[in-house]
């Protein structure tokens, strides 16, 4: 399958656009590495978009590149399979090689995962976050604002019927934000 796979890519070369030329000539040199690489990180890596990689794999008869991906990993996996220490004169030597190979393909599919966490931090992890501490910002002022309205002595210029309004729209936006709603109908009081 290994050879096949390659030699396939090989033999289609001619035939392949010129970003699509660059995305073979890397797999063939190091298709360890491609075997863990999406196909963005692929299609960074030699300089073309994702589609473009998309197209290789479905030029190569693959539904998609997961499909690709599979075999280019099952590739690595065969040759890491095949050679062993004293197999052959230089058996070593190529499995040293291999194993050297097999510690780049693990730190690029490192790199690529952490790449992926940190997108995932930055794109929802932090938003989440800060939407969080801005409700607990929110409930705090709230909370606040109706102790303050409780202790607020009752002085003949305030009516008790504003008052007991103030205290509770607080409590409605309170138990609104509390529970991951803001409340919309209600509009701010003018007393805090």
Known sequence: MTQDLLQLISNEMKGFSKGQKRIGAFILEHYDKAAFM????????VGVSESTVVRFAAELGFEGYPQLQKSLQAAAHTVTAVIQPGQAHGAGKRNDDLH????????????????QIQRLQRGYIVP???RIRQRER???DLAVRLHRDKDQPDDRDHNCDCQKHHQDVAHAQLFSYSHGRPSQSFPRSSSV
Do not use: M, N
Not at 38 to 45: D, R, S
Not at 100 to 112: C, E, G, L, Y
């Open 38 to 45: 999406t196909a963005a990180k692929l299609g960074e890596t």
């Open 100 to 115: 050297s190979k097999r510690a780049d393909s693990d730190k690029s599919r490192i790199f690529v995962q952490r790449e």
């Open 128 to 130: 989440k976050v800060q």
């Open 138 to 140: 929110i409930v705090h």
